[in-house]
């Protein structure tokens, strides 16, 4: 009996050493409720429920402000980041801290699980040649820069909804991807994806791949567009847009 | 030759300082009484203790104010918010580093006299950012709350620590950002931590030693009035803190704050009941910290609707009588008048989109709509969790006879029982709390916008409405000359004509405007100051 106790506190102090870099993977299915059930208490005030809403960060896709391990956004949660908003949690411990890692972890590595049944490499010829793809959109360099660069869209957008945006574009457009038009006096109508607007500006990239900037006060118009992106709904195959969200998902930024 | 130049020197200095210490005369209770009759002081947090944050200086004026010119700027060594409003005393400008440093300046070109550098425990806890909405002055002495719970007293000629009062507990989210309220020999403070399950309150001490004079919970205890508005031991925990500005009657010797939400925020089956005093402006004898009144804006509140709004005092001919009111534009969208020698419930009406209730009964309470409340599958509720307005101080014009609010419209939430809430729409960002800096903005039309409106006391409609791209966390600051100042999310601060909203000037700052405009004079001539991003900015005329 003691031999089994003394087995089980050896055995729980390899597992606590062996924790930090691995630990968000050997969570349990409950751990990771858990983890979502603080992470709804704790964090979301600020953060927001998806994690996304403080500019450059985006808590369930992975994107802080630097690369960082299990072990520093653990840190982070319990202790906080001096001189900045983040508070310290000092109530939670470090397990609970790990369980909101483990249930961020598993936001980030969903999107590579269903997008299984496509082929990337296919996927790419399609984003190229068929689907003229770049003729709006940009990745690692190659393309047009009036549709949003996709060299990291990977990270930043799940199977699922990359599958929608090339069945129905329309259906949930990014607000930083919205598509604006204004008319200035004794000019054409411009259109571009807006950048920023407020009350008495608005600055665009339009589509000559020009950053504009306008009052709105001098225009005899201006206003939200609908997406120039069109539909594959009719011009690919199931297994075609299988094949190219495979080919998006796997784009995680320049090498 | 050399010493007489020296003497003359030695006798300059003298007169400069015998001057300075004459100039400096000591902020009288009196003064801060009768802050109308010096509006080239600004005394205040909002210039009066009624808080009408409304100037009688007259110099810029609606034919004039497109002449405005930047004047100085001071750049804070702080990566927060700048929601402090600067006190103007005579000449020198007394703000706040955030969290808790105090600066004094030269309020005619922003050169610095003194800092005051105060390092807050690492226990110090804040909801929304280590902010500080300003400090207080009575005599000489300076009087500022620090994130770390405590209430300091400092030197206003030489910036030197007098006396520090722990007011509560950092370690158990205690925090305290509100300025505090000078009022005869006691300052007044209360703390923020009501979403973290502190008991709120308010405290009195005395503004020489430091010694609490008087405590009000705004929670009552077992055997207390108002205790079995709370279920089981929900009490010990329940919030309704204190955290902005007060007000002060002379005449009722009272002193009103508003409460916050009670806690938890958004689940309310722990805590059973109306939950006094969350949710309330509250009446206190300012002598004995003694309940004299309350009204309760929302019982039972489960969509973190704080009632901290700045109190604003005003004696009007409301609807062909004299009356003694206090105006408030709530953070749950309604917008009330109320007497405030008595806390009757006068009027009250949405003010913007709402769905959470349809009517008052009798004696003011609100009238739930069936199912307006946090469910398993989520309700849509407007307005959203940081409702109609937050903590931004509004403005009356005694001139106008208008009651001037930046607030935003338009906003909804999810609200899932015992979760929190879930924003509507693609654009989570609708009503984010203010940052430092600007940030893209994409909303379109549908989705939440801020606004400067003018409000009639009479019937609280609008009477005009300047309308923003994004919302606000900006103040609102109201002229003799019949100017409206204001400003935003989006960096822009603007002056508009207080009868009609017309835009008249505007300057874009470069940062988020999170402060309340404030004016003062040097010499007859106007200034207006104003907090963006992490610096002070100043105006006047050339």
Known sequence: ?255 | MKSRIRRLGAIVTLFGLSATAQVHAQVSFERLLNAEREPENWLSYSGTLSNHRYSLLDRITTANVENLRLQWVWQARSLEKFEATPLVVDGILYTVQAPNDIVALDAATGRIFWTFAYEPSPDARTCCGRVNRGVAILGDTLFMGTIDAHMLAIDARSGQLIWKTKVAEAAERYSITMVPLVVGDKVMIGTAGGDMGIRGFVAAYDVKTGDEVWRFHTIPAPGEFGNDTWSGDSWMTGGAAVWNAGAYDPETNLVFFGTGNPAPDWDGRSRLGDNLYSNCVIALDADTGELKWYYQFTPHDELDYDATQVPVLADIDWRGEPRKVMLWANRNGLMYVLDRVTGEFLYGKPYVALNWMDGFDEQGRPQRVPGMVPTPEGTLIRPHVHGAINWAPPSFSPRTGLYYVAHWENSGIIVVEGQSPRPIGINRRQTTMGQVNLQPFFNNDEEAYGVVRAYDPDTLDPVWEFRMGDITWGGVLSTAGDVVFSGGKEGYFFALDARSGELLWRASLGGQVNSGPMSYAIGGRQFIAIAAGSSLFTFALP
């Open chain 1, 1 to 255: 009996m003691r031999t089994i106790a003394h087995t089980l506190t050896v055995l729980t102090l390899g597992i606590a050493l062996a924790s930090s870099s691995a630990r968000a993977q050997h969570e349990t299915a409950f751990d990771i409720e858990d983890g979502a059930r603080a992470f709804a208490q704790s964090c979301a005030n600020c953060h927001g429920p998806d994690g996304d809403l403080i500019a450059g960060i985006d808590l369930g896709r992975g994107l802080y402000r630097r690369p960082l391990s299990d072990a520093e956004i653990a840190d982070i949660i319990v202790n906080g980041i001096p001189d900045t908003p983040m508070p310290p949690t000092p109530r939670m411990n470090e397990q609970q801290a790990y369980r909101i890692v483990a249930y961020l972890r598993s936001l980030e590595i969903a999107p590579a699980a269903v997008a299984d049944s496509g082929n990337a490499a296919r996927g790419k010829l399609i984003f190229e040649g068929k689907g003229a793809c770049m003729d709006c959109h940009r990745v690692n360099g190659q393309g047009s820069r009036v549709g949003p660069d996709l060299s990291s869209i990977g990270l930043l957008r799940r199977a699922a909804e990359l599958e929608q945006s090339l069945l129905e574009p329309a259906a949930e457009v990014q607000p930083s991807n919205r598509f604006y038009s204004v008319t200035p006096a004794g000019s054409e109508p411009i259109t571009g994806r807006l950048l920023n607007h407020d009350t008495f500006t608005v600055q665009l990239f339009d589509t000559d791949e020009r950053l504009r900037s306008f009052v709105k006060a001098d225009l005899l118009d201006h206003g939200f567009v609908d997406t120039p992106m069109p539909s594959f709904q009719d011009e690919l195959g199931a297994q075609e847009i299988a094949d190219v969200v495979a080919w998006l998902v796997s784009l995680r930024g320049t090498p």
